[in-house]
T-cell receptor, first 115, second 114 residues
Framework: DAGVTQSPTHLIKTRGQQVTLRCSPKSGHDTVSWYQQALGQGPQFIFQYYEEEERQRGNFPDRFSGHQFPNYSSELNVNALLLGDSALYLC??????????????FGPGTRLTVT | DAKTTQPPSMDCAEGRAANLPCNHSTISGNEYVYWYRQIHSQGPQYIIHGLKNNETNEMASLIITEDRKSSTLILPHATLRDTAVYYCIVTGGAGGTSYGKLTFGQGTILTVHP
């Protein structure tokens, strides 16, 4: 049983560009959360998707958007990249049947570098 | 969600118990204590959680004080592979608005040495 998978593993972009990161949840999970982790810091919650809708959002600007597909996989899009967006982006899956769970399974992350 | 306070770093000898403390003096009556760890270059990993009773699983034990204002994560026989950042998170109260959002602090860097 594959756990949470993310792609790509590493990415280098230029300021002002746009990026899309992808996540496939653990089998049986229907909820996907995204986190940003700057170097030396703990992960910061970006948003959570359930039933293809954004259920909750952290303190991130509208440049950060997401999508969830019918198969529960998810994308994180970041527009107009800034140097400060350089970070490890983590995807976590949880829950079955819409049950809110704080026991979340994290993927290995995508390392984004903005130059 | 209640704020947590953890020591920035701790050391432990391999084979000994590692006891990681966490203060959460503003915890509300229906909030849980969760512990995650993050090994270098990996995503965080769920360890254990509890409400007010002590909990144990195959990875660790969680001791919560009677007043619930602090807790201790115990790794009974630490190995080199337990070297990681350990996060204590308080969340998940009924009627709250966290909706599964985990709020990570700085955590405790645990170094297990031979």
């Amino acid at each position: 049983d594959a756990g949470v998978t993310q792609s790509p593993t590493h990415l280098i972009k230029t300021r002002g560009q746009q990026v899309t990161l992808r996540c496939s949840p653990k089998s049986g999970h229907d909820t996907v959360s995204w986190y940003q982790q700057a170097l030396g810091q703990g992960p910061q919650f970006i948003f959570q998707y359930y039933e293809e809708e954004e259920r909750q959002r952290g303190n991130f600007p509208d440049r950060f958007s997401g999508h969830q597909f019918p198969n529960y996989s998810s994308e994180l899009n970041v527009n107009a990249l800034l140097l400060g967006d350089s970070a490890l982006y983590l995807c976590a899956s949880s829950g079955t049947g819409g049950i809110i769970s704080y026991e979340q399974y994290f993927g290995p992350g995508t390392r984004l570098t903005v130059t | 969600d209640a704020k947590t306070t953890q020591p920035p770093s701790m050391d432990c000898a391999e084979g000994r118990a590692a006891n990681l403390p966490c203060n959460h003096s503003t915890i509300s009556g229906n909030e849980y204590v969760y512990w995650y760890r993050q090994i270098h270059s990996q995503g965080p990993q769920y360890i254990i959680h509890g409400l007010k009773n002590n909990e144990t699983n195959e990875m660790a034990s969680l001791i919560i004080t009677e007043d619930r204002k602090s807790s201790t994560l115990i790794l009974p026989h630490a190995t080199l592979r337990d070297t990681a950042v350990y996060y204590c998170i308080v969340t998940g109260g009924a009627g709250g608005t966290s909706y599964g959002k985990l709020t990570f602090g700085q955590g405790t860097i645990l170094t297990v040495h031979p």
